[in-house]
C-alpha cells in the first residue's frame, strides 16, 4: 500500500488550490509527496465552471482570466444604477479549465502532486497501534479497489447532506454564454446584481452581468430561495431577462452553466478525524450570505501550506470570522422570513456603502466598527427583530419540518 505526506481528495477549486499550494514550498524546504485523488469523469466530476472574485493586482492566476473589472453595477428594481469602482480591487473572472492547465503548467515536470482517478468511499485515522495519519479507501478508475495512507488528509468531497441549520436557503442560477448580433454589452462593467427581474414570493432573484466584450457575456439568472427551478423555469427567467429587460435583440447561447450553492448558518466542521481536514465548500468556505467562496478557498489553502510547510498541524483556519458568521445568520433568517426584502437590502447596501469597504466586508475583513456603520445602513428594525428571535431558534436539517 501506498503511503505519502498528504492525501488530497477532490480536484476542484479547494483540492487543487492547496495541492498546488503543498508542491510549491519556500526556497530550501522539500516537496512534499502529495497524492490528489479525484473522481474519474462521470457523475461525481463537476462540469467546467466559472470563478470569480475580487483582490488587487497583481494577482497568482492573472495570467488565466477570462477577463477583470475595475468597474461594479447594481441596478434597483427600477432600473437605477450604482455604479462603484472597487479599487484597491479588481474583479476577476477565471474559468475553471484555465485554472487547472496554468497550475498543470506550473508544476509541469516536478512530478507533483502524484494524480489518481478514484471514487474515494471512505476516509478515517488509522486505529491506534497502526501508526499515525489516515487511511483512504475507494474504487479506482479500472474498477479495482484503491488503498491509500497518508500523513494528513484533506478531503473537499462536496458533503452528502447539508449540516443542521436555523436557516438554509439556496443560490440557484443558471447562466448563458450569449453572443449578439449588435454590440450592446459594456465590457468596462459588470453587473453584480440586477434586479429588474419578477421577484419570486420567497426569497429574491437577480440577473448577473459579465461582459468579455461588446457582443459577448455570461448572462445569468440567480435565486436565493428554498427550492430550484425545473429547467423551464431557468429558461423563462432568462429569455425574459435577456430580450425583455436587457433587449439584447437576437443573439446566440454558445454554452450555458448552472450550479447551487448552499446557504446555511449551519457548521461544517473542519475536522474529520485526528488526521482529517476538511478543505472547500465541504469545510465551510462558502460566505454563507452570498455564496462566493473561491477567494476563501486561495486564503485557507495558503494558510494550510504555510502551516505544513513550517512543520505545524496544518489545520485550516475558519474561513470567517465568528462575527461574520453572526451576521450572515441575521441576514439569512431575515430573508428566509420575509422580514427583510432582499432586493431592497442588496441594492440600498450598495447605494450607501463604499464598494471597496463592501467587498472587504464581504471577505470577512472589515473592522467591528466598520461592521457597524455597515449595520447601520441596513433596515435596523427588522434585523434587530431578526437578532432576538435567533437564539429561540433550533438548528433542523435541510427539509426537516
Ligand atoms: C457553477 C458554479 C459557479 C460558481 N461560481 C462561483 C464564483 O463565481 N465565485 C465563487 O467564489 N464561488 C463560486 N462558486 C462556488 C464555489 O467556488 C465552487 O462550488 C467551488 O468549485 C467549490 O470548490 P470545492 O473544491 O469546494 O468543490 P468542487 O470544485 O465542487 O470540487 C469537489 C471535487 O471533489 C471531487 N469528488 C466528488 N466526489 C468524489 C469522490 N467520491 N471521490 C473523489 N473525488 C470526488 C469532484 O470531482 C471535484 O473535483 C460556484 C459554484 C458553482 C457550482
Redesign the pocket.
Known amino acids: 500500500m501506498r503511503e505519502t505526506d498528504v492525501i488530497v481528495?477532490?480536484?476542484?477549486?479547494?483540492?487543487l488550490s492547496l495541492a498546488y499550494r503543498l508542491c510549491t514550498p519556500p526556497p530550501g524546504h522539500p516537496v512534499p509527496d502529495v497524492t490528489l485523488?479525484?473522481?474519474p469523469a462521470g457523475p461525481?466530476?463537476?462540469p467546467e465552471?466559472?470563478?470569480?472574485?475580487w483582490e488587487t493586482s497583481p494577482g497568482d492566476f492573472d495570467s488565466a482570466l477570462t477577463a477583470e473589472w475595475d468597474s461594479l453595477r447594481v441596478r434597483g428594481r427600477d432600473g437605477s444604477a450604482t455604479v462603484g469602482r472597487p479599487a484597491p480591487f479588481r474583479y476577476k473572472m477565471l474559468r475553471?479549465g484555465s485554472f487547472e492547465a496554468l497550475l498543470a503548467r506550473r508544476l509541469d515536470g516536478t512530478g507533483a502532486p502524484r494524480r489518481v482517478a478514484?471514487?474515494?468511499?471512505d476516509i478515517r485515522d488509522l486505529a491506534s497501534g497502526h501508526g499515525t495519519g489516515a487511511e483512504v479507501t475507494?474504487v479506482a478508475a479500472d474498477g479495482s479497489e484503491l488503498t491509500l495512507r497518508g500523513r494528513w488528509v484533506f478531503d473537499?468531497?462536496?458533503p452528502r447532506a447539508l449540516p443542521p441549520a436555523r436557516t438554509t436557503l439556496l443560490q440557484h442560477f443558471r447562466g448563458w454564454f450569449v453572443r449578439t448580433d449588435r454590440p450592446v454589452f459594456d465590457p468596462a462593467t459588470a453587473d453584480l446584481m440586477d434586479f429588474r427581474t419578477p421577484q419570486p414570493a420567497h426569497g429574491l432573484s437577480f440577473g448577473y452581468v459579465l461582459p468579455t466584450n461588446a457582443y459577448e457575456a455570461l448572462v445569468e439568472y440567480t435565486e436565493f430561495s428554498r427550492a430550484v427551478l425545473d429547467d423551464a423555469g431557468y429558461a423563462r427567467a432568462l429569455r425574459q431577462y435577456t430580450e425583455r429587460v436587457l433587449g439584447l435583440g437576437s443573439f446566440e447561447v454558445t454554452a450555458t452553466?448552472?450550479?447551487?450553492?448552499p446557504m446555511t448558518d449551519g457548521r461544517f466542521p473542519r475536522r474529520g478525524g485526528r488526521s482529517v481536514f476538511r478543505?472547500?465548500?465541504?469545510g465551510g468556505?462558502?460566505r454563507p450570505s452570498t455564496?462566493?467562496?473561491?477567494?476563501a478557498?486561495q486564503r485557507q489553502a495558503r494558510a494550510v501550506a504555510g502551516a505544513f510547510h513550517a512543520g505545524r498541524v496544518p489545520e485550516p483556519p475558519p474561513a470567517y470570522s465568528a462575527r461574520a458568521g453572526a451576521m450572515d445568520a441575521v441576514l439569512l433568517r431575515g430573508l428566509d422570513s420575509g422580514r427583510v426584502d432582499g432586493a431592497a437590502f442588496f441594492e440600498g447596501l450598495f447605494r450607501r456603502v463604499p464598494m471597496e469597504r463592501l467587498l472587504r466586508f464581504l471577505d470577512g475583513d472589515t473592522r467591528p466598527y466598520e461592521d457597524f456603520t455597515i449595520g447601520l445602513r441596513t433596515p435596523v428594525g427588522p434585523m434587530l427583530r431578526t437578532v432576538a428571535e435567533l437564539p429561540w431558534l433550533r438548528h433542523r436539517r435541510a427539509g426537516a419540518s
Not at 49 to 53: A, K, L
Not at 257 to 261: A, C, F, L, S, Y
Not at 279 to 282: C, D, E, L, Q, S
Open positions: 481528495v477532490g480536484a476542484g477549486a479547494a483540492g485523488v479525484d473522481a461525481l466530476r463537476p465552471r466559472t470563478w470569480c472574485f475553471s478514484a471514487r474515494v468511499d475507494g473537499s468531497r462536496p452553466e448552472q450550479g447551487v450553492i478543505i472547500g465548500t465541504a468556505a462558502t455564496g462566493y467562496t473561491f477567494a478557498v
